[in-house]
Nanobody
């Protein structure tokens, strides 16, 4: 069973940056893509970014050009570099597999709040 632990969230001013980390443990399938998702208050969880095993990345239009996803296969880690943050980026951020791959059990997520 895979466990996912997200970290790195916090309070940041508009225009600021944060880097989120996702540590995965257990029996991972290395060919699965890794993804980041977020859920804002009162909204459904939405996909944010994904990276395939070969390194191909994809982003939701709302974060394209501002966020960068990366992975370290040797360490079973995934990262989300978030720049030029906006108030609408406020949400709980989760990592999991990328769309199209079977999902692991969701972790607790990490809260990102963008506010002045």
């Amino acid at each position: 069973q895979v466990q996912l632990v997200e970290s790195g969230g916090g309070l940041v001013q508009p225009g600021g940056s944060l880097t989120l980390s996702c540590a995965a443990s257990g029996t991972l399938v290395s060919r699965y893509g890794r993804g980041w998702y977020r859920q804002a208050p009162g909204k459904q969880r939405e996909w944010v970014a994904g990276i395939e095993s070969g390194g191909t990345t994809r982003y939701a239009d709302s974060v394209k050009g501002r966020f960068g996803i990366s992975r370290d296969n040797a360490k079973n880690m995934a990262y989300l570099q978030m720049n030029s943050l906006k108030s609408e980026d406020t949400a709980v951020y989760y990592c999991n597999t990328a769309p199209g791959w079977p999902l692991y059990r969701w972790g607790q997520g990490t809260q990102v709040t963008v506010s002045s």
